[in-house]
């Protein structure tokens, strides 16, 4: 295999990696979890999470794709001839693939909800608006599933379009425009959110804590929410990293990912709980926290109208520049192993996820709480692909930290890892029991959830 893609440069594995991790997670569902947990409890378990487990099963997935040199599916049964092991471990790339698919289709439509609210900000539809007017047209939204599937078809679209590209044409250039556009924009809502906030209250709530105010159901979100913002064991991260250069290092490129993931994480968590006291509001609402109770402090604020416009371009950014390497590990993988060109390989990927995604659109309205299909399932489609996919991610990064730790040799790793014996031992233990054991711990809970 000659004609592996490579990127340009030296850091563009760093910038796609950041791309991919810094999504709806940081700005949509982190605050959120953070508000639904206690605060600084939640964030100080997250945090150990991300650097006691994250961190090294990053540098497992990273090295995973590239010693490969291949997409996630035909990296794994590469890598399993190599080391004459059991073929099981390339269920490691199908567990990536299945997840990558199941969480593009609803992460587009959650992102085309911000489509919607650019527009919204943008024309000043919600200015002077109140609490319950905001409410029901964001009510009035889910209810209407052609509006949901419009967005959701723009926004999958649109990223199709970029990975039809090329990984240099599409994937990098795209990149380039947009991560930096990104850290302006949120430093710009940054300013905006404590001039006009209640920076202080923001502070206080996310960096006190009382380890008491942390259920275990706190801990598992926590646990759950450093994969996902990670982007870790969906084969996002090995497909980037095939096209690695082998010089860089990789503990450092994943300790920056990591640091970069967990500060704009912070700063959004700073700039939303401070919009969101400064107008009174409180912090605990949930999923509707972006999209009800920021918009009413956007609302009732100078230039709101246009900040919020721009704060839901950011959403977008960061979505995008996370959906397509959602995309590329499938794509690349029908590219290697059936032989189709990038943009057919691209179009199968889409076209099924955004059929998929069509059931998450269907979850809000006629398969919404109280329908027939809802009482019969006893849960929405979306519930169960979320469910799917809270199994599968974790699953996948067990097995990546489990093969990476077991099955490659200590020369292996050393070649990847160019590091001193001490990393390389903090690292392997890392992944070897401390990893495993955590992931573990949240299956034990997950699990029991499969029933009902
Ligand atoms: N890390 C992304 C976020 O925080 C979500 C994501 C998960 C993207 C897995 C790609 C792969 O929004
Ligand atoms: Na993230």
Redesign the pocket.
């Known amino acids: 295999m000659s004609t592996h893609n490579v990127w340009t440069h030296k850091g563009t594995f760093l910038l796609a990696a950041v791309g991919?991790?810094?999504?709806?997670?940081?700005?949509?569902?982190?605050p959120y979890l953070t508000g639904e947990n206690g605060g600084g409890a939640f964030i100080l378990i997250y945090a150990l999470t991300i650097f006691a487990v994250g961190i090294p099963i990053l540098i497992a997935e990273t090295m995973l794709g590239r010693a490969s040199r291949r997409s996630p599916i035909m990296g794994m049964r590469f890598l399993t001839r190599c080391h004459n092991t059991s073929r099981a471990w390339e269920s490691i790339g199908w567990l990536g693939a299945a997840?990558?698919f199941m969480?593009?289709s609803f992460?587009s439509v959650i992102a085309g909800w911000a489509i919607h609210y650019t527009w919204q900000m943008l024309t000043g539809s919600l200015v002077g608006a109140d609490a319950e007017m905001i409410g029901e047209g964001f009510d009035a939204l889910l209810a209407a599933p052609g509006l949901l599937t419009f967005y959701h078809t723009l926004f999958i679209v649109a990223s199709g379009l970029i990975v039809g590209m090329g990984v240099h044409k599409g994937i990098e250039s795209g990149l380039r425009i947009i991560m930096p556009a990104l850290f302006a924009i949120l430093l710009v809502v940054l300013v905006y959110g404590i001039a006009n906030g209640d920076f202080a209250a923001a502070a206080s709530f996310l960096f006190t804590f009382n380890i008491a105010d942390l259920s275990l159901e706190g801990w598992l979100a926590a646990m759950g929410q450093s994969?996902?913002?990670?982007?870790?064991?969906?084969?996002?991260?090995m497909a980037y990293g095939a096209y690695m250069n082998s010089e860089v290092s990789l503990t450092r490129t994943a300790i920056a990912i990591a640091i970069v993931?967990t500060s704009v994480?912070m700063v959004a968590g700073l700039a939303i709980f401070s919009l969101v006291f400064g107008a009174g509001l409180s912090p605990g609402q949930g999923p509707g926290l972006m999209f009800v109770t920021l918009p009413l402090a956007f609302a009732e604020m100078p230039f709101g109208a246009l900040v919020g416009g721009v704060f839901f371009i950011l959403v977008l950014g960061?979505?995008i520049s996370?959906?397509i390497?959602?995309i590329e590990p499938v794509a690349a993988y029908l590219v290697e192993r059936f032989d189709m060109t990038r943009p057919q390989a691209v179009a199968l990927m889409v076209v099924a996820s955004w059929a998929l995604g069509l059931l998450t659109v269907a979850s809000f309205n006629i398969w919404a709480e109280g329908t027939l299909f809802h009482a019969l399932a006893g849960r929405s489609p979306f519930e169960f692909i979320e469910l799917l996919t809270n199994i599968f991610?974790p699953l996948g990064g067990l097995l990546i930290a489990l093969f990476a730790g077991w099955a490659l040799t200590h020369s292996e790793v050393m070649k990847e890892m160019r590091t001193s014996e001490t990393w390389f031992m903090i690292w392997r233990f890392l992944v070897r029991f401390v990893a495993p054991a955590a992931v573990s711990f949240v299956f034990l809970r997950t699990i029991p959830q499969v029933e009902g």
């Open positions: 991919s991790a810094v999504g709806l997670g940081n700005l949509w569902r982190f997840s990558a969480i593009l992460y994969f996902f913002t990670l982007s870790l064991g969906m084969g996002a991260i993931d994480a960061a979505a996370s959906s390497s959602l991610m």
